[in-house]
């Protein structure tokens, strides 16, 4: 899989440099720990070495980022954080998508993850289901979904 440009300009595909891995978990930082609260140490989970992580780019401007950990035939999904200023245009659908692709490239069967009850409707649309009840991490109302590959 290389990658996918949207109508924006806007570039999706793996990481490919140190550098741009220290983008990503600096937009992360912003938006989970300052934006949401989210401990730092929560943040970091120690995963992310272990983790194949995509990024949207506009020039050199890291505007989006995501995880994948494979387990088995399971995708872990995580990480999802879009730069505000760049919401609402498509960018974390454009990412899902990528990540189904890698997924399926990779053999994988299943993409689960916990999603935030607020934004429920971006996995909705992306084809995940919700399974069991919410539940609260790092103080946030969640809910887990999964979609078959
Ligand atoms: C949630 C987030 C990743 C969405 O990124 P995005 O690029 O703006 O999402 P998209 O433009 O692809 O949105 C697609 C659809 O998802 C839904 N959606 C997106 N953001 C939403 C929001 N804040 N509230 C409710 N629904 C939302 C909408 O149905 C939207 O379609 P529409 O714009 O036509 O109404 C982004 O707001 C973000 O980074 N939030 C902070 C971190 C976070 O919550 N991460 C997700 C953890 S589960």
């Known amino acids: 899989m290389g990658s996918a440009d949207t109508t924006l300009g806007v570039q999706i595909r793996r990481l490919r440099s140190e550098p741009e891995f220290e983008a990503a978990l600096a937009l992360r930082h912003e938006v989970f720990c300052v934006e949401q609260g989210v401990p730092e ?7 992310d070495r272990a983790g194949l992580h995509l990024v949207a780019v ?36 454009a990412m899902l998508r990528m990540a189904d692709a890698e997924a399926r490239m990779r053999g994988a069967s299943r993409i689960v993850l916990h999603a935030q009850t607020y934004a429920r409707p971006l996995y909705d649309k992306a084809g995940y289901q919700a399974r069991g009840r919410a539940f609260v991490e790092a103080d946030i109302e969640h809910i887990a979904m999964e979609k078959m590959l």
């Open 58 to 93: 506009r020039g050199d401007e890291v505007l989006a980022t995501c995880r994948l950990v494979f387990v088995g035939a399971t995708v872990q999904f995580s990480r999802l954080a879009v730069r505000r200023s760049a919401r609402r245009q498509g960018i974390a659908t």
């Open 41 to 47: 140490a929560e943040e970091r989970d120690g995963r």
